[in-house]
């Protein structure tokens, strides 16, 4: 298992903290449960259940949590939410809920299936035990250009890319041409962004014709770099190895 689409969008909201200071907020409240109008039934259920999610009281008053009305400065399109849905910078989309019905506090962990059952890591083959839920982005990057199989020249090419984290900002990204025996670090381009992907480049100069292999690994300020091989997880959540592609050269 590989990677898969990712995308970036701007948003424009109300934090969800002015929201609740402006409700009030009970001591004794541990998260805040948030419903969308989408549901559905589940094989492990008997009747149709909501799409709903939690989030510790502290995730919901940082002040990038957001109630969204708009995305990349227009109404939020139907597909994504319209009219509200929430943002959770850092954290994976399934905390974003969509077509927001209703938001509560409430003083107990909840144990909703769409957050006890789906959406965790399940780091056993064989049983349930010692799962986590799905949350942080892992540190991660991809390769855009060249793309994989393509057929080159001799000479200099550009390789780019981006790399992205939940946890504190990217430091460095590093490109290897000889299977990981060595690295070269990448130029980041400037990301004024602090929770949006950083772009980076490497200018690659091939003098002889072969097939190779392009590997770019990423790592964050919190100390986190992709790993050789993912983390194995039952459901294939939070894939993040070092990315590769293969190009071949001819002269």
């Given at each position: 298992m590989g990677q898969r689409s990712?995308?970036?969008?701007?948003?424009?909201?109300?934090?969800?903290?002015?929201?609740?200071?402006?409700?009030?907020v009970h001591p004794d409240a541990k998260?805040?449960?948030?419903?969308?109008?989408?549901?559905?039934k589940r094989t492990d259920m008997t009747s149709e259940y909501p799409f709903a999610r939690s989030l510790p009281i502290d995730k919901a008053l940082h002040p990038d949590t957001l109630i969204a009305y708009e995305c990349n400065h227009e109404p939020i399109p139907f597909q994504h939410g319209f009219p509200l849905r929430l943002i959770v910078p850092?954290?994976?989309?399934m905390a974003s809920v969509k077509w927001i019905k209703q938001?509560?506090?409430?003083?107990?962990?909840?144990?909703?299936?769409?957050?006890?059952?789906?959406y965790m890591y399940y780091p056993h083959k064989q049983n349930e035990e010692d799962a986590f839920p799905v949350t942080t982005m892992n540190v991660n990057s991809t390769i855009q250009k060249p793309l994989d199989m393509d057929v080159l020249r001799t000479g200099t090419h550009l390789i780019k890319g981006i790399a992205w984290t939940g946890n504190g900002t990217i430091e460095k990204?590093?490109?290897?041409v000889d299977h990981g025996?060595?690295?070269?670090?990448?130029?980041?381009?400037?990301?004024t962004d602090k929770n949006g992907w950083v772009q980076w480049s490497f200018q690659w100069t091939v003098t002889q014709p072969g097939e190779f292999t392009i590997l770019s690994k990423a790592t964050d300020t919190a100390g986190r770099t992709q790993?050789?091989?993912?983390?194995?997880?039952?459901?294939?959540?939070?894939?993040?190895?070092i990315d590769q592609i293969s190009v071949k050269i001819e002269e």
């Amino acid at each position: 298992m590989g990677q898969r689409s990712i995308s970036q969008s701007v948003w424009t909201g109300v934090p969800l903290k002015t929201l609740l200071q402006a409700t009030g907020v009970h001591p004794d409240a541990k998260e805040v449960l948030v419903e969308g109008y989408d549901k559905g039934k589940r094989t492990d259920m008997t009747s149709e259940y909501p799409f709903a999610r939690s989030l510790p009281i502290d995730k919901a008053l940082h002040p990038d949590t957001l109630i969204a009305y708009e995305c990349n400065h227009e109404p939020i399109p139907f597909q994504h939410g319209f009219p509200l849905r929430l943002i959770v910078p850092n954290w994976y989309g399934m905390a974003s809920v969509k077509w927001i019905k209703q938001i509560s506090l409430i003083d107990s962990t909840f144990k909703g299936p769409y957050q006890s059952v789906d959406y965790m890591y399940y780091p056993h083959k064989q049983n349930e035990e010692d799962a986590f839920p799905v949350t942080t982005m892992n540190v991660n990057s991809t390769i855009q250009k060249p793309l994989d199989m393509d057929v080159l020249r001799t000479g200099t090419h550009l390789i780019k890319g981006i790399a992205w984290t939940g946890n504190g900002t990217i430091e460095k990204v590093e490109i290897s041409v000889d299977h990981g025996q060595s690295w070269m670090e990448a130029a980041p381009q400037l990301n004024t962004d602090k929770n949006g992907w950083v772009q980076w480049s490497f200018q690659w100069t091939v003098t002889q014709p072969g097939e190779f292999t392009i590997l770019s690994k990423a790592t964050d300020t919190a100390g986190r770099t992709q790993p050789s091989t993912p983390f194995w997880n039952q459901k294939g959540y939070g894939y993040h190895a070092i990315d590769q592609i293969s190009v071949k050269i001819e002269e």
